[in-house]
């Protein structure tokens, strides 16, 4: 098994569906997260879970909603989303702890293109 | 406001020379710097890291150098070859990442036979 798991890889839905995006991850880590790539920008950070409490969520749309039910998976449930929605959405994972020498260092799933038609 | 700038989209260098990419930031709070690549239809992988404590950082054919008062940091490949070719990600975090990482808009490295 990979590290980092994403299904589906490729999605096409239209603006009034309702679809999942499914994370899994293999390594024991205790962080997931949700990033966003579209064409010509920076990666943007969605959200974060650390120990399967949202920490952050980096005032996302409504229409994108995660859920986290256990350390090693992650949603992102999509309902009512627009065109510029499109792009690819990826997950990944970290062992986040207390001591300093964290380094926030993340291991990424391959990305769930997302089409909004 | 991009607080991690690549100003290039494209580098193109010659394989056997050196590829030198380039890294802005703007957010003092960093404390630790983070190159990914990434090849199409794949996610990110991991590449080397440098602390704000050093300036320098090598791995193999890689190398991170770090100038914190000019906010600058740069990745070496030395020498260049054909699968280098990639979109090469600068990430900065802090606060030992518990806000997840900040990445740049990436530079696309075309390695030339």
């Known amino acids: 098994e990979t590290g980092v798991t994403q299904t589906p890889r490729h999605l096409v839905m239209g603006m009034t569906n309702k679809k999942s995006l499914k994370c899994e991850q293999h390594?024991?880590?205790?962080?997931m997260y949700w990033y966003k790539q579209s064409a010509k920008k920076p990666l943007e950070l969605m959200f974060v879970?650390?120990?399967?409490?949202?920490?952050e969520n980096n005032s996302v749309p409504s229409r994108f909603s995660p859920e986290c039910p256990n350390s090693s998976h992650l949603f992102l449930h999509l309902h009512t989303l627009q065109p510029e929605d499109s792009a690819l959405y990826l997950c990944a994972s970290s062992q986040e702890t207390t001591s300093r020498s964290n380094t926030g260092e993340l291991f990424f799933g391959e990305g769930s293109r997302l089409t909004v038609l | 406001d991009q607080q991690v700038k690549q100003n290039s989209p494209s580098l193109s260098v010659q394989e056997g020379r050196i590829s030198i990419l380039n890294c802005d930031y703007t957010?003092?709070?960093?404390?630790?710097f983070l190159w990914y690549k990434k090849y199409p239809a794949e996610g990110p992988t991991f590449l080397i890291s440098?602390?704000?404590?050093?300036d320098k950082n090598e791995d193999g054919r890689f190398t991170v150098f770090l100038n914190k008062s000019a906010k600058h940091l740069s990745l070496h490949i030395v020498p260049s070859q054909p699968g280098d070719s990639a979109v090469y990600f600068c990430a900065a975090s802090a606060r030992g990442g518990a806000d997840g990482l900040t990445f740049g808009k990436g530079t696309h490295l075309i390695i030339q036979p």
């Open positions: 879970y650390s120990l399967e409490e949202r920490v």
């Open positions: 440098i602390s704000s404590i050093k």
């Open positions: 390594l024991g880590h205790n962080a």
């Open positions: 957010n003092s709070m960093f404390d630790y």
